[in-house]
């Protein structure tokens, strides 16, 4: 194993052990802040955010070959997580943009964030899919990219759950309905809105919503890219156990 494996298998440990974890006080208080806040909110703007997410996702699995990259060939580790982390660079840079003309657009220009941040995301998880040899074109592969996206954007509750869900993926995968309606869409969508709706309702605010539409839009998907990361991993490290053990 190189220099880079063992790092990045000791990163993954670590990471690991944090998706473990259960929630703390703090993670307790945010969320009965986040339904506080949610309270708030007029109820057709949450059943447009709503709505907007379950199709775009379903989106993904339905007609992503058109956006599909091609599986790239086999390369170390190291030489895969250096082209992802330069997609991750690229999609930051273009979320933080199209974030900051949103926020300084007013309120409609800040709602219509929300799809194309969604749209941003899932791409950039298509990209590092692709980045580690995935073909995307496998519904079960679409459905591996749909629990990272949760892992990142869910309660700490909800995000043991979902890692859970995802260790030995390549065994698990084999055993998955082939109808795909199966996938728990309801929760799916609550726990994104939920996770980015306190950050991104600043965004409506005049004078302040273009510069959080720039950090808020970096970091999520900063997130999101260190969470695909470390969910590939896991799947390398899996793989590289089966090798040995043959």
Do not use: C
């Not at 993904?60 to 060939?73: D, S």
């Not at 309120?107 to 950039?124: E, N, Q, V």
């Amino acid at each position: 194993m190189t220099p880079y494996e063992q790092l990045a298998q000791k990163d993954l440990r670590l990471w690991q052990r944090q998706m473990l974890k259960k929630p703390s006080a703090v993670n307790r208080l945010s969320k009965s802040a986040q339904t506080w806040f949610n309270n708030l909110i007029p109820e057709k703007i949450h059943e447009v955010i709503t709505t907007t997410i379950k199709q775009m996702t379903r989106g993904v699995l339905f007609g992503a070959e058109f956006i599909t990259p091609q599986p790239i060939p086999a390369d170390s580790l190291e030489a895969r997580e250096a082209a992802v982390q330069m997609r991750i660079n690229f999609y930051k840079t273009a979320g933080a943009a199209e974030g900051g003309v949103a926020g300084a657009g007013g309120f409609l220009l800040a709602l219509a964030d929300f799809p194309l941040l969604l749209s941003l995301k899932l791409k950039l998880l298509f990209d590092i899919a692709a980045q580690y040899g995935y073909p995307i074109d496998d519904y079960r592969e679409r459905l591996y990219i749909l629990h990272i996206f949760q892992l990142a954007f869910s309660s700490q509750e909800r995000r043991k759950e979902v890692y859970l869900q995802m260790v030995n993926w390549d065994e698990k995968s084999r055993q998955l309905p082939e109808d795909i309606h199966a996938f728990d869409w309801r929760i799916f969508q609550q726990e994104y809105r939920d996770y980015i709706d306190l950050a991104k309702m600043a965004q409506l605010i005049p004078g302040i919503g273009a510069a959080v539409g720039v950090v808020v839009n970096y970091r999520l998907i900063n997130k999101l890219g260190k969470t695909a990361i470390n969910a590939y991993r896991m799947r390398w490290a899996e793989e590289q156990k089966l090798l040995q053990g043959s």
